[in-house]
């Protein structure tokens, strides 16, 4: 990671972008400014300054600035990295690997589910889910919150190495690693694909080593290296397939770069060859041919595993049901903007110097680009392989113009503050579970009731129900795609979720016995065109009772079954709360919610409606106290306003009708009796 070379590294140059040493690309790193100078074949004009006083120039300035900037990058990169676990999948890599540390096996079916348990399950991350249950299990969420802090450290040092060894400055590497790492920030997560970015990193680094002097016996193990990290790779998680692209690119770039020079200005840049194309290819399939072998030898479904990307990958239907697999544009903008920002860093990178870099460094980040543009969930991947590019392209940049440099420095410290300001603002910062992702307060009163199920739960939140509850119990389906058959996903487990006819029948043949949803997002609301989904069906249904909810979502119990005893007296059949309605009067509503408040159901989305039941039905001292009570848990819920003006109409109507049956209860005046003497008007 440090910018200042060791003794023995000093004595041989970096590998600058055109894949040749330092003392060989020192005329191009100098070229004139003048954009009007007209370039001779070699490339360069030819009173461009001295190569030699530039360079130790640009030397004595990375020494000064090497260490504070790369222990900033890394420090930006490790706070992006400092948010609470909020991946729903953690919970079935943790209840994976928990299997296989008690059993000593790898299973060959879905042992996680108890509606396709006999479903060829291809596990593709069993070393993985072994690693991130093992550090649970001795560290819990904080273990797993340094773990992680380590990996992604250790993986984005590689990158910022990776863009120094190809020629990028010191300022440069570090605005590239940052900007990239905050485009990939949103997939710092715990799971197997952080150790497929750790092993796409590295190989990327080992094949910058061997490329610095490709010939040399200790360059060689460097390209060795890389074919075995890739092997070491495939045990991990199918996820290597990152590496295997990247290297079989970057060989491809190497075998056509004479064929471009047609095309590119590139009688400057040393050609790489095709000899090394076809040794780097070679070692490339020698490892994917090992990988397999040793699936082969050890797991139940051999190498077959490593197809799992593709896959799952070339699965339309997927869009639909698995957020990651969207496009980024399908993303709020807030969120993406990093992601895009890298995009034309990358394509405005390999334009401008096309001619001048090899395609070694160009076609990689061009190729993981296209494949981010298809699923949001490669874009951690084109983000540490984009990096270098970004890097050489910004350096180039200097040595061209070097008043750019200023502002260069001035955008590493801008974007070093602000980018981890930016990713907090909506992800939880610290170690724990991130409560919208993983619903500890449901699942502990579902212990605490001791309900039992089989339990048909949301997919977004099977893998923690399965990381709590398992083996005791087993999921209805989770998002482990390579285990259930599509039959299952699409045509029941989608079947029950939208509500379609024959839902119940299909909880009734796998014996359902209690329901925990999240409630309809947005999205699945406009799937549905926005009609009534299980959630609703469930509060009509005779055999379906509501017996909690809050902030995050509701649970079921089925009233003939196991948990029947409390289905009825739990039942909290007047409101909805997915929809945030009453669908009875809300005075009939008042003592099963506030029953349900007592049982420990106390977050805002509970209290309020309980608070609004009470005021329908005359308790107004109880429903003040409600709203009390909420606007000391979110001062600042915009609902807690709206409930206070809807008690004070209430109030107000309380008190109207209470003075109109007032007023026409309280004794009025007899009638006068009527005048003996006859009225003027009467008299003739």
Request: glycine residues 8%.
């Amino acid at each position: 990671m440090a910018s200042d070379p060791t003794a023995e590294e000093a004595e041989k140059p970096d590998v600058h972008e055109n894949g040749a040493t330092g003392e060989e690309a020192g005329d191009d790193e100098d070229e004139a400014p003048d954009e009007d100078a007209e370039d001779d074949e070699d490339g360069a004009p030819d009173d461009r300054p001295d190569a030699g006083d530039a360079q130790d120039a640009t030397v004595t300035r990375d020494e000064v600035l090497g260490a504070p900037i790369a222990l900033l990058t890394i420090g930006v990169v490790l706070a992006l990295g400092a948010t609470q676990v909020s991946n729903a999948d953690l919970g079935f890599h943790l209840a994976t690997g928990r299997y296989v540390l008690d059993t000593g096996s790898i299973p060959a079916t879905n042992v996680l589910s108890f509606t396709e348990p006999n479903h060829p399950w291809l596990l593709h991350e069993w070393l993985s889910s072994v690693f991130i249950a093992t550090i649970w299990d001795v560290g819990g969420p904080l273990g797993l919150f340094f773990a992680k802090l380590a990996i992604v450290g250790a993986t984005w040092s590689l990158v910022y190495s990776n863009a120094r060894r190809w020629g990028a400055t010191v300022p440069s590497a570090g605005l590239a690693t940052i900007l990239c790492g905050w485009a990939a920030a949103s997939r710092f997560i715990m799971r197997p694909q952080i150790f497929s970015n750790f092993a796409l990193a590295g190989g990327l680094w080992l094949i910058s080593r061997w490329l610095q002097d490709p010939e040399s016996p200790k360059a060689r193990r460097y390209l060795l290296g890389a074919g075995a990290t890739l092997v070491v790779a495939y045990q991990w998680h199918a996820g290597a397939i990152t590496l295997v692209i990247a290297l079989g690119i970057i060989a491809t770039g190497m075998a056509a770069e004479s064929h471009f020079r047609i095309f590119r200005r590139a009688t400057e840049v040393e050609a790489i060859g095709k000899a090394l194309a076809a040794r780097l290819g070679t070692v490339t399939v020698a490892a994917i041919g090992v990988a397999a072998l040793l699936l082969a030898i050890y797991h139940p479904h051999g190498p077959k595993i490593m197809l799992v990307p593709f896959q799952l990958g070339l699965d339309d239907t997927l869009r639909d049901h698995v957020i990651e697999y969207r496009p980024p544009w399908a993303f709020p903008f807030a969120m993406m903007f990093p992601f895009w920002i890298v995009l034309g860093l990358t394509v405005a990178s390999a334009i401008s110097r096309f001619r001048k870099i090899p395609l070694a460094l160009v076609l990689p980040p061009l190729l993981f680009g296209i494949l981010a543009l298809r699923h949001q969930r490669v874009v951690d991947s084109f983000a540490v392989v984009a990096a270098p590019l970004i890097a050489v392209g910004i350096s180039r940049l200097i040595l061209r113009w070097s008043e750019v440099k200023p502002l260069v420095l001035l955008t590493l410290i801008t974007t070093a503050l602000g980018a981890p300001l930016q990713h907090w603002s909506h992800m939880p910062v610290g170690p724990g579970l991130n409560p919208a992702v993983w619903p500890t307060t449901l699942f502990s009163w579902i212990k605490a009731e001791k309900l039992r199920g089989p339990t048909f739960v949301s997919d977004g939140w099977a893998g923690p129900f399965l990381a709590e509850f398992f083996p005791e119990q087993k999921s209805f389906f989770d998002p482990r795609f390579e285990a259930y058959s599509p039959e299952h996903y699409l045509g029941v487990y989608r079947h029950i979720r939208y509500g379609q006819p024959g839902w119940d029948k299909l909880l009734d043949d796998f014996g359902v016995q209690l329901i925990i949803l999240k409630y309809t997002s947005p999205g699945e609301a406009k799937r549905q065109d926005f009609q009534a989904n299980v959630r609703q069906h469930l509060l009509a249904h005779s055999d379906w009772s509501l017996i909690g909810f809050n902030e995050r979502g509701e649970i079921f119990a089925r009233r003939s079954g196991v948990n029947g005893d409390k289905a009825k007296r739990y039942a909290v059949s007047c409101f909805d709360p997915d929809l945030g309605t009453f669908i009875a009067p809300e005075a009939s509503c008042a003592k099963a919610l506030l029953a349900m408040v007592d049982r420990g159901f106390t977050d805002n989305h509970a209290l309020l409606p309980t608070a609004i039941a009470q005021a329908y039905a005359g308790r107004l001292n109880v429903a003040q106290h409600l709203v009390n009570e909420a606007k000391k848990q979110q001062p600042d819920d915009g609902r807690v306003d709206q409930v206070s003006t809807e008690l004070r109409l209430i109030a107000g109507a309380a008190a109207s009708a209470r003075a109109a049956a007032a007023h026409s209860s309280a004794p009025r005046p007899a009638p006068a009796a009527p005048s003996s003497a006859p009225s003027a008007q009467a008299a003739p």
